[in-house]
T-cell receptor, first 113, second 117 residues
Framework: RKEVEQDPGPFNVPEGATVAFNCTYS??????FFWYRQDCRKEPKLLMS???SGNEDGRFTAQLNRASQYISLLIRDSKLSDSATYLC??????????????FGTGTQLKVEL | DAGVTQSPTHLIKTRGQQVTLRCSPK?????VSWYQQALGQGPQFIFQ???????QRGNFPDRFSGHQFPNYSSELNVNALLLGDSALYLC????????????????FGPGTRLTVL
């Protein structure tokens, strides 16, 4: 089983639509969670951290369910500029300190006119 | 405020050669991590450097080695290149440890695209 699993998509949605991405992780001791956005042939950029209480940043809402080991990202009122690959990222608890980010394969979103 | 920088941008090598990639972390950051991203995949963790020592390592062979300098910049070295080493190599930096929700956040550089022929 992969450490972080995502539906690769692509998700093709019309402008203005609401789209939801889901992600599951296998390490129950994981301590922090993120969504990164990656444009074609560019580096990943932090979109938002994910907290158990849920967090919202404008049109983006992230949720974490530790019991189900499940993370979600909701994008409302999609824009053409939201077209990108969305990477679910988990930071497992490591012995010896330090941290490493474990990435899913990413979900591709295409927002169309 | 300069972000994470990497050099070179692109590199073409042949099998068996050795390569060195370089990274300068974001101002104020002291921890550097390296990732390999193959086409169509998410980035895979190679290793992390803090206080000039390798602190964590992913599932990569010993052909992959690194170094961190006193100014926090870092190098990734790959020996005996294989065709399968062709990928985007990403460097990420993170701020000093001290608690708070952002201590685990990593910021990525633009990457070095390595092609092995």
């Amino acid at each position: 089983r992969k450490e972080v699993e995502q539906d690769p998509g692509p998700f093709n949605v019309p402008e203005g639509a609401t789209v939801a991405f889901n992600c599951t992780y296998s390490n129950s001791a994981s301590q922090s969670f993120f969504w990164y956005r990656q444009d074609c042939r560019k580096e990943p950029k932090l979109l938002m951290s994910v907290y158990s209480s849920g967090n919202e940043d404008g049109r983006f809402t992230a949720q974490l369910n530790r019991a189900s080991q499940y993370i979600s990202l909701l994008i409302r009122d999609s824009k053409l500029s939201d077209s990108a690959t969305y990477l679910c990222v988990v930071n497992p608890k490591l012995t010896g300190g330090g941290n490493k980010l474990t990435f899913g394969t990413g979900t591709q979103l295409k927002v169309e006119l | 405020d300069a972000g994470v920088t990497q050099s070179p941008t692109h590199l073409i090598k042949t099998r068996g050669q050795q390569v060195t990639l370089r990274c300068s972390p974001k101002s104020g950051h002291d921890t550097v991590s390296w990732y390999q991203q193959a086409l169509g995949q998410g980035p895979q963790f190679i290793f992390q450097y803090y206080e000039e020592e390798e602190r964590q390592r992913g599932n990569f062979p010993d052909r992959f080695s690194g170094h961190q300098f006193p100014n926090y910049s870092s190098e990734l070295n790959v020996n005996a290149l294989l065709l399968g080493d062709s990928a985007l190599y990403l460097c990420a930096s993170s701020p000093p440890r001290g608690g708070g929700p952002w201590r685990d956040t990593q910021y990525f550089g633009p990457g070095t695209r390595l092609t092995v022929l």
